[in-house]
């Protein structure tokens, strides 16, 4: 039962342009969603998180959308740069307790 | 403070063996979780510890697997008898539970890989 979905393995972007990646979730119980980023040979480092009763997070060139009618968040990254390139999980909490995380996307990011 | 520590960062063992993962938690944090990842998935909740307390036991963790935080601050994953299916990226985070999401953000240790032969 996979209650956090990101449904694209991978996503190949020129560097300077906008990535946008994806992610659903089914529990209508989660409250609180984060974005991590992994490379190679390390744990995944947090990016950017949204509480449930926003509907937007920014942070320099990453911003978070959450739209929970629809149990749907992206992350906009504007622009992206080579060294943007990794695994990003999107995860989410519910009541501050554990993480559920996705399956990952992978981010190419092409000079 | 150097971050989550995980150790040894690998592991390769032979069927039937037994092995231990020990994480160093950031030193203030009282929540201590581990998580389990295979190739192309993402991480997958195995346990957490708030102090010395076990908290939360996914029904991945079957009865070969065993936890421990005794004094509330490392802890040790233990897997007794390992199997091929056992061979994953053993991941520890900790954080610091309190009212406020933001202290509530896990971080992560790079990892124990296990290779089970």
């Known amino acids: 039962d996979q209650q956090v979905k990101q449904n694209s393995p991978s996503l190949s972007v020129q560097e300077g342009r906008i990535s946008i990646l994806n992610c659903d979730y089914t529990?209508?119980?989660?409250?609180?969603f984060l974005w991590y980023k992994k490379y190679p040979a390390e744990g995944p480092t947090f990016l950017i998180s949204?509480?449930?009763?926003?509907d937007k997070n920014e942070d320099g060139r990453f911003t978070v959308f959450l739209n929970k009618s629809a149990k749907h968040l992206s992350l906009h990254i504007v622009p992206s740069q080579p060294g943007d390139s990794a695994v990003y999980f999107c995860?989410?909490?519910?009541?501050?307790?554990?993480?559920?995380f996705g399956a990952g996307t992978i981010l190419r990011v092409k000079s | 403070d150097t971050g989550v520590s995980q150790d040894p960062r690998h592991k390769i063992t032979k069927r039937g063996q037994n092995v231990t993962f020990r994480c160093d938690p950031i030193?203030?944090?009282?929540?201590l979780y581990w998580y389990r990842q295979t190739l192309g998935q993402g991480p997958e909740f195995l346990t957490y510890?708030?102090?010395?307390?076990?908290?939360?036991k996914s029904r991945l963790l079957s009865d070969r697997f065993s936890a421990e935080r005794p004094k509330g601050s490392f802890s040790t994953l233990e897997i007794q008898r390992t199997e091929q299916g056992d061979s994953a990226m053993y991941l520890c985070?900790?954080?610091?539970?309190?009212?406020?999401?933001?202290?509530?953000?896990?971080?992560f240790g790079a990892g124990s890989r296990l290779t089970v032969l």
């Open positions: 985070a900790s954080s610091l539970s309190s009212g406020s999401y933001g202290a509530n953000v896990l971080t």
């Open positions: 529990n209508s119980m989660f409250d609180y």
């Open positions: 949204i509480s449930s009763i926003k």
């Open positions: 995860a989410a909490m519910e009541y501050g307790n554990k993480l559920v």
């Open positions: 030193s203030e944090h009282n929540r």
């Open positions: 510890f708030q102090n010395e307390a076990q908290l939360e």
